[in-house]
């Protein structure tokens, strides 16, 4: 998710009582909610699409739960520490208890994992014990409904606290209200998957194949969270029922009318680290004729005009081959 969801997240946690357990419990909180995106800084290094191989991977996983929170307690602890001995510590915060900045962090750095695993986009939670890409296929990245339910309680509970009244429960409320509806979200996109793949015909499968079945995605939409682009078919083509469209089979159309075929392993190795770190990434990827008669490998979940050159990557030395007829 966005990193306004990640921080209102940790804000309400903060509200829901948990920020009376140290002081710097807030900032612990909403660090902590954000801190795996440190990964972000591979920017800096990474050429290209090179960035969707690295990111959402170590800095998400199992250890990275565990040193993250203790790098942050540290931090803020010594923070504390050092603006004591200057003499600037506020006077009306609380005492700091290193035990608790390492469980709050420990609780909010959890938090961004669970969040970025509801989208499509993906999350390779094991890392780096296994590379495994897992999908919730929930919540589009970024959900204004869930900015406006958990800022509004988030600001409705510290107005009341600062006018004396209950805080904590508003912000209990909000949460269980969020979990809620990001429940409902998630059922809704299994029923679609299912109603859609219970509709495709059977494959005859070769006996040598390990994989043999329809991959069905449910996207969510923005602004629209009871909508979904369904995605069908495997490697090199794709196609997509559009949003509003009953999940059907009869109701899929290609998503392109540009489509190659699948280029062969050494072709794809002349893509260099681009297309190794593109094809690590990709959950729906298929090939797309370029206005020069190339290859673009683009993904089905990401084919959108606004946001090709992000999620492509061109291979100028592969001329496109034409599917092979059905």
Same mark, same amino acid.
């Given at each position: 998710?966005?990193? !306004?969801?990640?921080? %209102?997240? /940790?804000? &309400?946690? @903060? ?5 009376? +357990?140290? =002081? ?43 040193? !993250?929170?203790?790098? %942050?307690? /540290?931090? &803020?602890? @010594? ?5 004591? +001995?200057? =003499? ?62 958990? =800022? ?175």
């Amino acid at each position: 998710m966005d990193n !306004l969801t990640h921080s %209102l997240v /940790g804000a &309400l946690i @903060g509200q829901a009582g948990l920020k009376r +357990k140290t =002081g710097l419990a807030m900032p612990a909180l909403i660090i902590g909610a954000n801190l795996p995106d440190v990964d972000a800084a591979c920017f800096f290094w990474l050429d290209g699409v090179e960035h969707l191989g690295f990111r959402r991977g170590i800095t998400h996983g199992p250890i990275a739960w565990v040193l !993250l929170p203790l790098v %942050l307690a /540290g931090l &803020l602890y @010594g923070f504390d520490r050092w603006q004591a +001995k200057r =003499g600037t510590r506020p006077e009306g915060r609380l005492p700091v208890s290193f035990k608790w900045l390492c469980l709050l962090s420990f609780i909010a750095c959890l938090t961004h994992p669970a969040l970025d695993w509801l989208n499509v986009y993906g999350i390779r939670l094991l890392e780096p014990f296994s590379s495994r890409w897992f999908y919730g296929d929930t919540l589009f990245i970024i959900d204004i409904w869930l900015w406006a339910l958990l =800022g509004f309680a988030t600001w409705f509970s510290l107005r009341r606290e600062k006018r004396g009244g209950e805080w904590q429960k508003p912000a209990r409320a909000a949460m269980a209200v969020a979990l809620a509806y990001i429940g409902v979200n998630g059922a809704w996109s299994e029923h679609q998957r299912h109603t859609l793949y219970n509709t495709m015909p059977s494959l005859e499968c070769a006996d040598d194949e390990k994989v043999c079945e329809w991959t069905v995605i449910a996207s969510p939409m923005p602004f629209v969270p009871w909508r979904r682009e369904m995605l069908a078919n495997e490697v090199p083509a794709w196609a997509v029922v559009a949003p509003g469209q009953a999940a059907h089979r009869d109701n899929l159309t290609p998503i392109s009318d540009r489509f190659c075929a699948w280029p062969s392993r050494a072709q794809l190795a002349d893509g260099g680290s681009q297309a190794e770190a593109f094809l690590f990434w990709s959950r729906a990827p298929f090939a797309e004729r370029a206005p020069d008669g190339s290859v673009i490998l683009r993904d089905a979940r990401f084919y959108d005009p606004r946001a090709r050159d992000r999620f492509s990557v061109a291979l100028p030395d592969v001329e496109c081959a034409e599917l092979p007829a059905d």
